[in-house]
Each structure stands twice: as C-alpha cells, then as structure tokens.
C-alpha cells in the first residue's frame, strides 16, 4: 500500500512541478483518496511469464519507436504531409488496460499517427498524415 502511494505521489509531482506546501497537500490528498487499482486486473494471463513477455514486446516496440519519430519529423520538415486518413486497426486480443496504454503511446508517439479512439470491441481508430493521397477507388 505505502508503495502505491508513494507511486502516485511522484507522478503527482512530476505532472505538476510544483513542490509548494498546498499542492504537497493536494497530492498526498490525491494520493490517499483514489481506490487501489491492478493494471493487470483484466488480464487473462495464467502466469507472469506471459505478462512479462507482452511487457518486453511493448518495450521492444517502444524502442524502435524512437529513431522512427526522428525520422518522420525530419521527413515531414522536408517534405509536406499533406494528406489524412483513418484507418481502423486491430487491437490484439485479450490485452490488459496497462498494455493498451502502451500501445497506444507507442502509435502516437510517432508525428504522423495519432490514436483518436480506442474502443472495447477490439479496434483503435488512427489518424495519419500522408504525403500523398491514397485512391482507393480502383478495383484490384
């Protein structure tokens, strides 16, 4: 318990970056306040060693996420993106509220994809910018 405090009190003070007297109040006031929570709660997982395999595959997306962003920024510093569309994409199947998160960080992390929706069916809606314009109506 001490932990989970401790926890949301740090992340209380780095989303504010206020050390003053009242908001040291507000947070351990937060802190206190909001119900325990498991971010693995809904997840189907059998053993830790699923979970920590989906943990990795996450982190492993995330890190290929960082020189993808760079290149994107400079590819739409050089080149206009014009374009939109949103696509719908699958959310792979019975995945906890801790790794939706990240996917969802790590698809928006990117400067030309956004998530706009995330819905429980299995699907997010993505917003991506595009050089150029898609034709979909041509019949393959």
Do not use: C
Not at 91 to 108: A, C, E
């Amino acid at each position: 318990m001490v932990p989970s405090i401790l926890f949301r009190l740090i992340l209380w003070f780095l989303l504010t970056a206020d050390f003053g007297i009242t908001n040291v109040i507000i947070g351990i006031l937060v802190a206190l306040l909001l119900p325990p929570y498991n971010i693995f709660s809904k997840a189907p997982y059998t053993n830790t060693e699923e979970k920590l395999k989906d943990l990795l595959t996450i982190f492993k997306h995330i890190i290929i996420a960082i020189p993808q962003a760079y290149k994107e920024s400079i590819e739409m510093i050089l080149s206009p993106h014009r374009h939109e569309e949103v696509v719908r994409e699958a959310v792979p199947p019975n995945r906890s509220k801790l790794l939706i998160f990240l996917d969802t960080y790590v698809i928006t992390f990117t400067p030309k994809a956004v998530v706009i929706k995330y819905n429980d069916k299995g699907w997010y809606d993505v917003h991506y910018v595009k050089r150029k314009a898609v034709d979909r109506t041509m019949d393959n």
